[in-house]
């Protein structure tokens, strides 16, 4: 049975479902306006400073009271921000989900994970070897976080599922809504997952494949991981997505070398040439992520989430003219926030808000690793 929202939550749900509300400017709103509530009062003001010409569409109470029907109806839970079972890892990445619909075993999300990510396209001892490592980590206490991909995902999967001991688990990160299960062929170990584990997406209920969302959730596997392990990577695998950040969210890579004359070996092996730690054992990484979990958990109790690091009040004369300096630096290229922030000589704060204002009149697109860009718009707008 879903759990039933407070007005904040609800507010919070309605919110992320609003147009080109995406994670930062979610963050940024709340820390400026202090509640979701206030910020919904605000995001058509804030949308029209921005450039937008034509009303935003802010979710109505019709699209919210169906996302939470549907949860209710298949077993889900929603997690807002401020949900006791919100990852508390994952609060601490910049662009972390608003909110997270999840089946099965919530209290798994609070527990130390390692991901475990790989080609799907995988050799029959490359599937041996990541349940392995699978089965070896879910017995020593972590869980196993994975995308439920064919290939590597699945195998890790089953190897954590075959362990009997309540110490671990497995987390599976969707990039369709939690009620949809892709590929059609793993339906049996989504239902194992729902039923011992527990499954996660970012993304609405009812939400179907969509090639532009497995990418993004590649934040999710390794923000709730304190390290990540990949196996057989090919050189332009999704895989080095969630290596790349993982190493941004400061979290450990750890990587399994193979022959170097197979294709689906050479992300793996560029990683270690470019610095993940090279295993070949589970005990390799067991032996390390101990120290690894006990920085990331005291870390997260100093208080950096969405709501630890408020933004104070601009007055809207500052905004004007701040506003003119950020669009004159922004191009179609992309770049990044802190180099925009250098160039401008503008408070972090100040730049936060007119991208907020940029992003919902959609003016601007944002990127992975705190990188942005200037929507290109052509003559016939």
Same mark, same amino acid.
């Given at each position: 049975?879903?759990?039933?929202?407070?007005?904040?939550?609800?507010?919070?749900?309605?919110?992320?479902?609003?147009?080109?509300?995406?994670?930062?400017?979610?963050?940024?709103?709340?820390?400026?306006?202090?509640?979701?509530?206030?910020?919904?009062?605000?995001?058509? #003001?804030?949308? *029209?400073?921005?450039?937008?010409?034509?009303?935003?569409?802010?979710?109505?109470?019709?699209?919210?009271?169906?996302?939470?029907?549907?949860?209710?109806?298949?077993?889900?839970?929603?997690?807002?921000?401020?949900?006791?079972?919100?990852?508390?890892?994952?609060?601490?990445?910049?662009?972390?989900?608003? %909110?997270? @619909?999840?089946?099965?075993?919530?209290?798994?999300?609070?527990?130390?994970?390692?991901?475990?990510?790989?080609?799907?396209?995988?050799?029959?001892?490359?599937?041996?070897?990541?349940?392995?490592?699978?089965?070896?980590?879910?017995?020593?206490?972590?869980?196993?976080?994975?995308?439920?991909?064919?290939?590597?995902?699945?195998?890790?999967?089953?190897?954590?599922?075959?362990?009997?001991?309540?110490?671990?688990?497995?987390?599976?990160?969707?990039?369709?809504?939690?009620?949809?299960?892709?590929?059609?062929?793993?339906?049996?170990?989504?239902?194992?997952?729902?039923?011992?584990?527990?499954?996660?997406?970012? @993304? /609405?209920?009812?939400?179907? /494949?969509?090639?532009?969302? @497995?990418?993004?959730?590649?934040?999710?596997?390794?923000?709730?991981?304190?390290?990540?392990?990949?196996?057989?990577?090919?050189?332009?695998?999704?895989?080095?997505?969630?290596?790349? *950040?993982?190493?941004?969210?400061?979290?450990?890579?750890?990587?399994?070398?193979?022959? /170097?004359? #197979?294709?689906?070996?050479?992300?793996?092996?560029?990683?270690?040439?470019?610095?993940?730690?090279?295993?070949?054992?589970?005990?390799?990484?067991?032996?390390?992520?101990?120290?690894?979990?006990?920085?990331?958990?005291?870390?997260?109790?100093?208080?950096?989430? %969405?709501?630890?690091?408020?933004?104070?009040?601009?007055?809207?004369?500052?905004?004007?003219?701040?506003?003119?300096?950020?669009?004159?630096?922004?191009?179609?290229?992309?770049?990044?926030?802190?180099?925009?922030?250098?160039?401008?000589?503008?408070?972090?704060?100040?730049?936060?808000?007119?991208?907020?204002?940029?992003?919902?009149?959609?003016?601007?697109?944002? @990127?992975?690793?705190?990188?942005?860009?200037?929507?290109?718009?052509?003559?016939?707008?």
């Amino acid at each position: 049975m879903t759990n039933m929202l407070t007005h904040e939550e609800y507010c919070q749900l309605r919110l992320s479902l609003s147009e080109n509300v995406g994670p930062i400017t979610f963050r940024d709103l709340i820390r400026y306006y202090k509640t979701a509530d206030e910020a919904l009062k605000h995001l058509p #003001d804030i949308a *029209t400073r921005g450039g937008r010409k034509r009303p935003i569409k802010i979710a109505d109470t019709k699209t919210v009271d169906a996302q939470i029907r549907a949860a209710y109806q298949n077993d889900a839970l929603i997690l807002t921000l401020t949900a006791h079972d919100y990852p508390r890892l994952l609060k601490e990445v910049e662009d972390c989900p608003p %909110v997270l @619909f999840a089946k099965g075993y919530t209290p798994l999300l609070s527990k130390s994970g390692v991901g475990i990510v790989g080609s799907r396209n995988c050799s029959q001892n490359g599937q041996n070897m990541a349940r392995r490592f699978g089965y070896a980590l879910a017995e020593g206490g972590y869980v196993v976080t994975s995308g439920m991909a064919r290939g590597i995902d699945r195998a890790a999967h089953e190897g954590a599922l075959a362990s009997f001991n309540a110490k671990g688990g497995t987390v599976a990160v969707l990039g369709t809504g939690v009620d949809v299960i892709y590929p059609n062929e793993n339906e049996e170990i989504y239902r194992q997952i729902v039923e011992r584990g527990c499954v996660i997406s970012e @993304f /609405p209920m009812g939400t179907k /494949p969509n090639v532009c969302n @497995f990418p993004r959730r590649n934040r999710i596997i390794s923000g709730l991981s304190v390290g990540v392990l990949v196996i057989e990577a090919g050189e332009m695998s999704g895989s080095l997505i969630t290596a790349r *950040t993982a190493v941004a969210q400061n979290r450990e890579v750890y990587a399994i070398p193979g022959s /170097p004359v #197979d294709p689906r070996n050479a992300g793996s092996n560029l990683l270690i040439k470019n610095g993940a730690h090279l295993v070949t054992t589970p005990e390799d990484i067991l032996s390390s992520v101990a120290l690894d979990t006990t920085k990331l958990l005291l870390d997260s109790e100093q208080g950096t989430g %969405v709501y630890d690091k408020p933004l104070s009040f601009i007055d809207e004369t500052d905004l004007d003219k701040a506003r003119a300096i950020v669009l004159g630096r922004l191009t179609p290229e992309v770049t990044d926030m802190n180099q925009l922030i250098r160039s401008t000589g503008l408070p972090i704060s100040l730049v936060s808000i007119i991208l907020v204002e940029l992003e919902l009149a959609g003016k601007i697109e944002r @990127f992975a690793g705190n990188k942005i860009s200037l929507v290109y718009e052509n003559e016939w707008g």
